[in-house]
C-alpha cells in the first residue's frame, strides 16, 4: 500500500509562543493544538502533515528544499515576520517546484503599514489571511485538490 501525501506546514518566527502571544490578534490556540486538528482533517483527506516550527530562516530555506527533494504535495508555509524581510524565503519557494500556500492566522493587511508586503505571496499558489487558526484548514483543503 502507497504511503498518503504528505503536506509540509513550516512555521516561523514566534509561533512557538502561540496560545500566549498577544491573543487579542492570534488567539488562544497553541501550535501543538493546530497541529492536532490538521492531523485529524489530514487524516479525513487522505494524507499526512509533517508540522514544523523555527525562529531561524534557514530552517524554513531547507525545509522548502527539503520539501521538494522527498515529493511532498503541497507546503503550508506561515512565515511569520519573516514573510515581510525575507528575499531568502521569496527565492526558495520560487526555486520549488512544489506548491507553497501563504497562510497568516491575521490579516496583515489591517495590521502595521510594514506588515503589508509579502516578499512570499508573489511566488506563492495563493495566500489565505485573517480566519486565525482556521486559516491552516482552509490551507490543507486547497492542498489536498491541487
Known amino acids: 500500500m502507497a504511503a498518503s ?13 502561540l496560545g500566549t502571544r498577544e491573543p487579542d490578534v492570534y488567539g488562544s490556540e ?12 489530514a487524516q479525513e483527506l487522505g494524507l499526512r502533515v509533517d508540522l514544523r516550527q523555527s525562529n531561524h530562516e534557514g530552517h524554513l530555506v531547507d525545509w522548502l528544499h527539503e520539501a521538494q527533494a522527498v515529493g511532498a504535495k503541497a507546503v503550508i508555509l ?6 515581510h524581510t525575507s528575499i531568502a ?3 526558495a519557494v520560487k526555486a520549488i517546484v512544489t506548491p507553497v500556500i501563504e497562510v497568516h492566522i ?9 506588515r503589508r508586503r509579502s516578499y512570499v505571496a508573489p511566488v506563492a499558489r495563493g ?3 485573517g ?3 482556521l486559516g491552516y484548514q482552509l490551507a490543507l483543503d486547497a492542498a489536498a485538490r491541487l
Not at 497553541?30 to 482533517?41: M, N, P, Q, S, Y
Not at 506561515?78 to 514573510?83: D, S, V
Not at 491575521?106 to 510594514?114: I, K, V
Request: charged share 15%; net charge negative; glycine share 8%.
Open 5 to 17: 501525501p504528505i503536506i509540509f506546514v513550516l512555521n516561523g518566527p514566534n509561533l512557538n509562543l
Open 30 to 41: 497553541t501550535l501543538d493544538d493546530i497541529a492536532g486538528a490538521l492531523e485529524d482533517r
Open 78 to 83: 506561515n512565515a511569520g515576520a519573516f514573510t
Open 89 to 91: 524565503l521569496h527565492d
Open 106 to 114: 491575521s490579516n496583515p493587511q489591517a495590521r502595521e503599514p510594514f
Open 127 to 129: 495566500t489565505i489571511t
Open 131 to 133: 480566519f486565525g487558526p
